[in-house]
């Protein structure tokens, strides 16, 4: 008789289920919404996305889509034109069938703002929304960035390479307090952007290659940044890094990458007064140039560093024997113009020639 029952509610749960999960794997709206997407990122003639609904209705198999294999709905989402030269007008609309949504791509792909009302704001109705990848699309409307406030689940934002350039760009950004994950490489933001960076207390990565940053006098306007454990400044033109002895965002990190900021080929970084980094463990320091005195002095913090990179950068007898006070290091590359110094006393190291 409890069998009996049993079968009975799943008859009746499988009834209540019909049409709204296919027999193919994949919600018929979903299935739908995705190739409404791919029409209206299609110019006429355009192949991309050319797989969807080509060989199976079940749009969990189709390329750059995953699905959760418990409700077999969109949770991961890739979106990436074959043809950038051509503008695409973002409808947020078409995104909103997604309710289980946890990542979306849509890196490259030249997004303007061009319908009304329906810019990235709309998506704040996908709360599961976390990550969030925007890199390379030269916004014509830098509102469209403000407009991402909105999504306060986000944890991820990359927004790399969209010719940002002043606080008033991401401003709008402010609201997202949950996010961890933060890249504004390849823009064209100054130190003024510093302060404002502040307000994103939950932030564990921040990632500012190829700006402008030039000398940090004072990491103070960073010091909210208690949970940070990635930095990285690689191609900017950072020479001096000061003042920053009892600050929360040094005594946090785990990584820090300063490569690359020797801009002019003469300048050499200054890592002066940077304190402590009890919880460091890598340090790259790559085609940059030292000074003897300055950089031997400063190894002196780096007691917890294992691995160190310094390909490509000048270092003279005196800074290269300062490496043997480092007593965690366990990997150590120089790869360039000093790959000849010598290496005695540096033992478990593995210096590339």
């Given at each position: 008789?409890r069998?009996?029952?049993q079968?009975?509610?799943?008859?009746?749960?499988?009834?209540?289920?019909?049409g709204?999960w296919?027999?193919?794997?994949?919600?018929?709206?979903?299935?739908n919404a995705l190739?409404?997407?791919k029409?209206?990122?299609n110019?006429?003639?355009?192949m991309?996305l050319?797989?969807?609904?080509?060989?199976?209705d079940?749009?969990?198999k189709?390329e750059?889509i995953?699905?959760?294999?418990t409700t077999?709905?969109?949770?991961?989402l890739?979106i990436?034109?074959?043809?950038?030269?051509f503008?695409w007008c973002?409808?947020?609309?078409?995104?909103?069938?997604f309710q289980e949504?946890?990542?979306l791509?849509?890196?490259?792909?030249?997004?303007i703002d061009?319908?009304?009302?329906?810019?990235?704001?709309?998506l704040?109705r996908?709360?599961?929304?976390?990550?969030?990848?925007?890199?390379?699309?030269?916004?014509?409307?830098?509102?469209?960035?403000?407009?991402?406030?909105?999504?306060s689940?986000?944890k991820s934002?990359?927004?790399?390479?969209n010719?940002l350039?002043?606080?008033?760009?991401i401003?709008?950004l402010s609201?997202?307090?949950?996010?961890?994950?933060l890249?504004l490489?390849?823009?064209?933001?100054n130190?003024?952007?510093i302060?404002?960076l502040?307000?994103?207390?939950?932030?564990?990565?921040?990632?500012?290659i190829d700006n402008?940053?030039e000398?940090i006098?004072?990491f103070?306007?960073?010091d909210?940044l208690?949970?940070l454990?990635?930095?990285?400044?690689?191609?900017n033109?950072?020479?001096?890094?000061?003042?920053?002895r009892?600050?929360k965002?040094?005594?946090?990190?785990s990584?820090?990458?300063?490569?690359?900021?020797n801009?002019?080929?003469?300048s050499?970084i200054?890592?002066?007064?940077l304190g402590?980094y009890?919880?460091?463990?890598t340090?790259?320091?790559m085609?940059?140039?030292?000074k003897?005195?300055?950089?031997?002095?400063?190894m002196?913090?780096?007691?917890?560093?294992?691995?160190?990179?310094?390909?490509?950068?000048?270092?003279d007898?005196?800074?290269?024997?300062?490496?043997?006070a480092l007593?965690?290091l366990?990997?150590?590359s120089?790869?360039?113009p000093?790959?000849?110094?010598?290496?005695?006393g540096?033992?478990?190291?593995?210096?590339f020639?």
């Open positions: 008789m069998l009996i029952k079968l009975l509610v799943a008859l009746v749960i499988a009834s209540l289920l019909e709204w296919s027999c193919d794997g994949c919600l018929e709206n979903e299935r190739l409404q997407l029409a209206s990122f110019y006429p003639e355009r991309s050319f797989s969807w609904g080509l060989l199976t079940d749009c969990c189709w750059n995953h699905c959760s294999s077999g709905r969109v949770s991961k890739s990436r034109r074959d043809y950038w030269a503008e973002f409808n947020a609309s078409l995104f909103l069938p949504l946890t990542s791509s849509l890196r490259n792909n030249h997004i061009c319908v009304e009302n329906e810019g990235f704001e709309r704040e996908l709360s599961k929304l976390e990550f969030l990848d925007l890199e390379y699309n030269w916004f014509n409307n830098k509102s469209i960035v403000s407009s991402i406030g909105h999504l689940s986000l934002l990359n927004l790399a390479d010719r350039e002043s606080v008033t760009d401003q709008g609201s997202l307090q949950n996010l961890e994950f890249d490489s390849s823009n064209n933001f130190n003024s952007i302060p404002l502040s307000v994103f207390s939950s932030l564990k990565s921040l990632t500012l402008r940053l000398n006098t004072n103070q306007e960073l909210a208690g949970n454990k990635v930095l990285s400044l690689r191609r033109q950072i020479t001096k890094v000061v003042d920053s009892d600050i965002i040094i005594r946090n990190l990584s820090l990458f300063l490569d690359d900021n801009g002019d080929g003469r050499s200054q890592l002066e007064l402590a009890p919880f460091l463990k340090l790259s320091l085609n940059n140039s030292f003897g005195g300055i950089f031997a002095q400063e002196g913090n780096f007691s917890s560093v294992e691995e160190l990179s310094l390909d490509g950068s000048s270092l007898e005196e800074s290269f024997k300062s490496l043997r007593p965690s366990k990997f150590l120089m790869q360039g000093n790959a000849d110094l010598p290496s005695q540096l033992s478990m190291i593995s210096i020639k």
